[in-house]
């Protein structure tokens, strides 16, 4: 495992604020050369702690503010029923994240649509489709208080 630096903690803290600034924008706010900055962004993409640049889109511009956390427990936990399940989860455009988790349910997804009979449509015709799932439960969410992207180094 790479061992960062605290140079390396301020830059990562500065792409994931905005990693769309020019290299001499990040050596001139850490105090370094141009290259070193290049040759330390480099490092970290090389180690894969920086794993990709993404564009974060607006929800509410592209129509999908509508964000639902449903979770749900497979009928039985079996090692075919789970292999399958995350196979057909990972072909559905509206879950944007899925966690395979302990406790009462074996997974939450969070998934992004239009509106509630968007996800109705999702849940009848997608989501209950997949084999094997014993039952699920929908929480919609009402405000977001807090989202980010960032880990706090």
Not at 20 to 36: D, F, I, P, Q
């Amino acid at each position: 495992m790479l061992k960062l630096d605290a140079t390396d903690k301020k830059l990562l803290a500065l792409l994931q604020a905005d990693s769309k600034r020019t290299t001499k924008e990040y050596a001139n706010h850490l105090g370094l050369s141009v290259t070193a900055v290049y040759e330390r962004i480099k490092r970290l993409e090389k180690s894969q702690v920086i794993t990709r640049y993404v564009a974060l889109v607006d929800k509410k511009k592209v129509d999908k503010a509508f964000v639902v956390l449903c979770h749900v427990k497979l009928a039985q936990h079996i090692k075919e029923f789970v292999i399958q399940f995350e196979r057909e989860v990972l072909q559905l455009p509206e879950v944007v994240e899925c966690y395979h988790i302990s406790g009462d349910y074996d997974y939450i997804l969070k998934i992004y649509v239009t509106n509630l009979d968007a996800y109705r449509e999702f849940v009848v015709n997608k989501l209950t489709a997949i084999k094997h799932i014993g039952s699920t439960q929908s929480s919609f969410i009402i405000n977001e208080v807090k989202h980010t992207t960032a880990i706090d180094l």
